[in-house]
């Protein structure tokens, strides 16, 4: 893949590749250890923080190699726009600015992004906005006092135009 990022999908698509390369004759060595099929491994970091794993292909067919981490970065994503301005506010339900910095459990706000495009065109978009440590997303269809229909006083709000698949 030529992206920095796959999505969910080519992830999966990836995954039910590598089951049908398992199948297949290959030739590894992992750190002096030869292997003849599919590898997967999982280590912990403290086995990281010696040598590194040294991986060769010893045969002659070209292999494909997926790695995944998963943890806690350490230092924080840096914000992508890609094109985009995207502006984050926190309000309390009653549209009062709130600083979430002083948040306490079960106080309840209501997040604006506003989204600008330095040259508006016709396309699909999607805004991935993660939340910040300890917050949580509020279900509206489970409580009553959920209803966004009480959020009226958000000024240029838009609901996003959907879009249907032709038949």
Known sequence: MDRACASTQENAWLVLASRALSKEAM????????????????????????????????????????????????????????????????????????DISKAKQNDRFAVVLKITEAKPEFGHIMVSDYLPAGLEIDNPKLVSSGDSGTLDWIEDGEEPEKYRVPR
Not at 57 to 80: L, R
């Open 27 to 98: 030739a590894l060595d992992i750190d002096g250890s030869p292997i003849k099929t599919a590898a997967y491994r999982s280590y912990k970091a403290e086995q990281m923080t010696g040598k590194p794993v040294k991986i060769t292909n010893t045969g002659d067919a070209p292999v494909q190699a997926v790695v995944s981490v998963s943890g806690s970065p350490v230092t924080p994503e840096p914000a992508a726009s890609n094109g985009f301005k995207i502006e984050r506010n926190y309000f309390t339900l009653d549209g009062k600015p709130a």
